[in-house]
């Protein structure tokens, strides 16, 4: 009797206790020249754009959450599912709330970089703005996020390098005349007294801002996909934008697939899951997937069969790589 009673508490537990643990497998993979319901999931207003044909899509890990022993055993043996600690994906000392808004910010951000990155490429004008302020810094109550930045002592700041370079020569406790607008108001200047890098032997004057670049162009890219989060489809958005605003076919109508984080200045950073991305990818009929160089070595080792992986590690190489398949010759690869 007492027997069936341990199985019976066992296939309770098996069944109805969850585990700290959580599945990651393959997601779900959009095009990003196409729709996501009735909308693009790039939409362009305002300025031309031209027909694009095969498919440029981004790829996703799925985390299945509370999951049973008995489910998380099944999920594992299926060879298509890895089970990692649920406390890397869900820290207890955040909400599930503050992680989703985490994550949604992350997609945000990507979209930024990838707008940028995209027409910085095509030789669209920037505007350089303050992206943050250093707490306690020489500029904090003085610049705030998103001010935009003219000069710096004199000397125009037409890019994030600019701002350092125009500073070059001063010392803590120099002033800098630092010209800006706000929200698009009259041009404002304020002299700023210059302080120590923390942390640092750097014997130039610390004004204690972040520079970031965005572009000066009369028209708005929309970004449009739900229910998707983290910062990994940046590099695949980049690649859609500069499709759409060229002539002719990118990507030669051929089905890519891609990963890669993406910074304003269009260099790509590793992702994780890039097993569970190919294999989806894969699936959905890619041919080719870009793959971020510093991920070369486990895509390798995980690529599905008949699957070419492409190198990249900026945004020009990834065009380079489609230039290639559009032309028929192979991309240079892992």
């Known amino acids: ?8 508490a066992f296939g309770l537990l098996g ?3 969850p585990v700290p643990f959580v599945a ?7 095009d990003t020249l196409g729709n996501d319901g009735d909308k693009p999931v790039i939409e362009i207003d305002g300025r031309r754009t031209f027909p694009t044909s095969g498919q440029l899509n981004m790829t996703t890990v799925s985390v299945t959450d509370r999951m049973s022993l008995f489910g998380a055993l099944g999920m594992w043996a299926s060879g298509r599912y890895a089970l990692a600690p649920r406390e890397v994906y869900f820290p207890p000392s955040k909400s599930e709330q503050e992680i989703e808004q985490e994550n949604a910010k992350a997609f945000d951000d990507s979209q930024t970089s990838a707008e940028t990155a995209a027409l910085h490429y095509l030789g669209y004008p920037m505007r350089v703005l303050v ?5 306690g810094g020489p500029a904090e109550n003085v610049l705030r996020p998103g001010d935009r930045l003219i000069s710096a002592n004199g000397k125009p700041v037409t890019d994030p390098q600019s701002l350092k370079a125009a500073l070059a020569g001063t010392k803590p406790g120099d002033r800098a005349e630092i010209r800006f607008s706000r929200e698009g108001g009259p041009e404002q200047v304020a002299n700023i007294q210059l302080g120590t890098y923390p942390g640092s032997d750097e014997k130039q004057g610390f004004l204690g801002v972040s520079p970031t670049e965005r572009p000066d162009v009369p028209f708005d890219i929309k970004i449009h996909l739900a229910d998707v989060g983290g910062p990994s489809a940046g590099l695949m958005f980049s690649l859609a934008i500069v499709d759409k605003l ?9 089905f890519v697939a891609g990963t890669g984080e993406i910074d304003a200045a269009g260099v790509v950073g590793p992702i994780g899951g890039i097993q569970f991305k190919m294999v989806k990818a894969h699936e959905a009929g890619a041919t080719t ?9 486990e895509a390798k080792a995980e690529a599905p069969e008949g699957m070419h992986l492409a190198k990249v590690h900026t945004l020009q190489d990834a065009t380079r ?3 290639a398949i559009r032309n028929d010759r192979a991309p240079e690869s892992c």
């Open 131 to 135: 992206g943050q302020i250093i707490e």
């Open 24 to 30: 990651l497998g393959p997601g779900p993979t959009y």
């Open 289 to 297: 997937f870009l793959v971020p160089e510093e991920n070369c070595s």
């Open 1 to 8: 009797m007492t027997s069936v009673v341990l199985v019976v």
């Open 321 to 323: 790589a489609l230039d």
């Open 15 to 17: 069944a109805f206790v």
């Open 246 to 254: 060229t002539p002719g076919e990118l990507n030669g109508g051929e």
